[in-house]
T-cell receptor
Framework: SQTIHQWPATLVQPVGSPLSLECTVE??????LYWYRQAAGRGLQLLFY??????ISSEVPQNLSASRPQDRQFILSSKKLLLSDSGFYLC????????????????FGPGTRLTVL | AQSVTQLDSHVSVSEGTPVLLRCNYS??????LFWYVQHPNKGLQLLLK??????LVKGINGFEAEFKKSETSFHLTKPSAHMSDAAEYFC????????????FGQGTELSVKP
């Protein structure tokens, strides 16, 4: 069966510090991968998605970036965190092979709670 | 533009009574529709999905939803609420021509009173 991991589970960082959140998927190949952010009391905002290694699409311009160095690894980074980067970050995967189809549900990881002070 | 609207930001029920969480969508084509549940500080779990097969969809934990094209609705129901159902629920649409991207409703917080 497929599983998705995220770490760390919680993180407290000072403003201006760098960030690296990692997401890995097991039990599937060529997944589509997604990064979302959920601010307190609000819905989910899609940040990045990837249909393959090295292929990243950005949905929202900001000081975050994403990379996919391996097929089942998705990394969210920042060089300098802002207060507004605080939130709950969720990684998700969808089963397909190199393309985005309209009907594939996404499966979410447990999330990372980021607090920027 | 495609969108999804959850009509109630908060719903409160007593344990053992029915649950109704309302969702309306806007889409030019037949969309894929989903309900997800999120418990506090947890990821989202898929409850059920509609992908143009049967209009009445059964999901996990006794939940079901009915796709009504004439009303553009996809309401989530459960006959009898349990304390463990207390959580945030998201109605989600994947429009046919938007590259598979999820569009989330604003969420409905379900409270269950003993």
């Amino acid at each position: 069966s497929q599983t998705i991991h995220q770490w760390p589970a919680t993180l407290v960082q000072p403003v201006g510090s760098p960030l690296s959140l990692e997401c890995t998927v097991e039990g599937t190949s060529n997944p589509n991968l997604y990064w979302y952010r959920q601010a307190a009391g609000r819905g989910l905002q899609l940040l990045f998605y990837s249909v393959g290694i090295g292929q990243i699409s950005s949905e929202v311009p900001q000081n975050l970036s994403a990379s996919r160095p391996q097929d089942r690894q998705f990394i969210l980074s920042s060089k300098k965190l802002l207060l507004s980067d605080s939130g709950f970050y969720l990684c998700a995967w969808a089963g397909t092979s190199g393309s985005i189809t309209p009907y594939n549900e996404q499966f979410f990881g447990p999330g990372t709670r980021l607090t920027v002070l | 533009a495609q969108s999804v609207t959850q009509l109630d930001s908060h719903v409160s029920v007593s344990e053992g009574t029915p649950v109704l969480l309302r969702c309306n969508y806007s889409s030019s084509y037949s969309p894929s529709l989903f309900w997800y549940v999120q418990h506090p500080n947890k990821g989202l779990q898929l409850l059920l999905k509609y992908t143009s097969a049967a209009t009445l969809v059964k999901g996990i934990n006794g939940f079901e939803a009915e796709f009504k094209k004439s009303e553009t609705s996809f309401h989530l129901t459960k006959p009898s609420a349990h304390m463990s159902d207390a959580a945030e629920y998201f109605c989600v649409v994947i429009p046919y021509n938007q590259g598979g991207k999820l569009i989330f409703g604003q969420g409905t917080e379900l409270s269950v009173k003993p």
